[in-house]
């Protein structure tokens, strides 16, 4: 209760000091968005690890983390934007809290706010309402990050706060640089294509206090094209121990690992591609279906493989304005792991029901 006090005792400061300068061209509007999942979860055997099937209800307000309230602030040069989610039950935390200097030739952001390699890689309608995107090209580490960004045009550069979603020493970690990331927006005619980089270097430190350097990278190329009355999004990427870089969403052995035989750490190798396409039925409801593909293998003696694959399909129906239902259903299916030539099937996960978005 005490930070949700907090929180909207900044957010009222704010707005007191905005409102009596609207004269002096200082603005703020407000916003906020309700998201409920509504899904249920089926889980094979392998999948679950006790050797029996299992269906699970997801019926919460919380999963994602995309219900919020907010408000955008606009001063001269200056803009802001504060936003808080909510924890039904217990807290509430802040989601976005940066502000942005245009200083004409582009804009200078500083605070929390969108990992670049989020917001501008993410090719679907809504393809995190089955809570995979990992197949679908969502780079990210903890979604959003407190950062120094840069615009210039269509490049944006950011140094982000570092974050691992792996340790191969499961000991210290020593982060003295912050995260790399990078976008370049550009137009072919009518495709718009944008190549993405990021880049994360760190220590591992053992009991003894050796370090250990451990690097980790992410790059490739999102590419999206109107079709008539719909549209083709494409995604290929390729990584150098993306869950070290951060991939919150991670799906290969979980990142470089420590080879005891030479006392060296040992990279894990990645790539995929992700193909969504969508078209608009009418004024009030659209179709998308997508497919993702990831595959991981391991600087380990012997063959070390791993793939996994998601489809999905959804309706997106407006009910009246500000008020949407998305019925989807998808099917995430782990496949296969090879560890040392040893094949081990890692079962699927079968999701089906709605998203529910009211927007105010």
């Known amino acids: 209760m005490r930070k ?34 509504t899904f249920i979860e089926d889980f094979s055997k392998e999948a679950t690890g006790t ?31 504060v936003e808080i ?42 393809c995190e309402a089955g809570g995979s ?6 780079w990210v580490g903890t979604l959003r990050q407190a950062q120094v960004r840069l615009t210039m045009g269509g490049l944006q550069v950011a140094l982000e706060e570092p974050y691992s979603a792996a340790a191969p020493l499961a000991t210290e970690q020593d982060f003295t640089l912050p995260r790399l990331t990078a976008t370049y927006k550009l137009k072919l005619g009518s495709i718009g294509l944008v190549p993405f980089l990021g880049w994360q270097s760190y220590d591992e430190v ?30 290929v ?15 290969g052995f979980g990142g470089a ?26 004024d009030t409801m659209s179709f998308e279906v997508g497919y993702g593909f990831n595959s991981y293998e391991l600087d380990a003696p012997g063959t070390w493989e791993d793939e996994s694959t998601l489809m999905y399909a959804q309706l997106n129906i407006q009910i009246a304005k500000g008020f949407t239902v998305t019925p989807e259903f998808g099917v995430v299916d782990d496949d296969t792991q090879v560890r040392n030539g040893v094949v081990t099937e ?8 709605a998203v529910w978005k009211i927007h105010f």
């Open 206 to 235: 053992d009991a003894t206090d050796k370090a250990y350097g451990v690097d980790g990278m992410v790059y490739g190329i999102t590419a999206r094209m109107p079709v008539g009355p719909g549209y083709v999004n494409a995604q």
């Open 133 to 138: 995107g990992g197949q679908l090209g969502n």
């Open 4 to 37: 949700l006090l907090v929180l909207l005792s900044a957010v009222a400061l704010m707005v007191a000091f905005t409102v009596p300068a609207i004269a002096a061209d200082k603005s703020v509007s407000f916003y906020g968005r309700v998201w409920m999942d």
């Open 85 to 126: 989610r909510p924890y039904p039950g217990t807290d509430v935390s802040a989601r976005q809290w940066w502000g942005a200097w245009n200083f004409g030739g582009g804009s200078l952001l500083i605070g929390h706010t969108w990992s670049l390699l989020y917001i501008n890689t993410a090719i679907c309608g809504q």
């Open 257 to 282: 690992y420590y080879d005891a035989a030479s006392d060296s750490v040992k990279d894990e190798d990645g790539m995929g591609y992700t193909l969504v396409a969508g078209m608009k039925l009418s």
């Open 51 to 81: 050797g029996f099937d299992d269906s699970e209800l997801r019926w919460n307000l919380v999963d994602n983390g995309t219900s919020r309230f907010g408000a955008n602030f606009k001063w001269d040069s200056m803009s802001a934007n």
């Open 346 to 353: 890692e079962g699927d996960l079968t999701y089906y029901g």
């Open 237 to 251: 990427w390729m990584s150098t121990n993306d869950a070290n870089w951060g991939n919150y969403y991670h799906t």
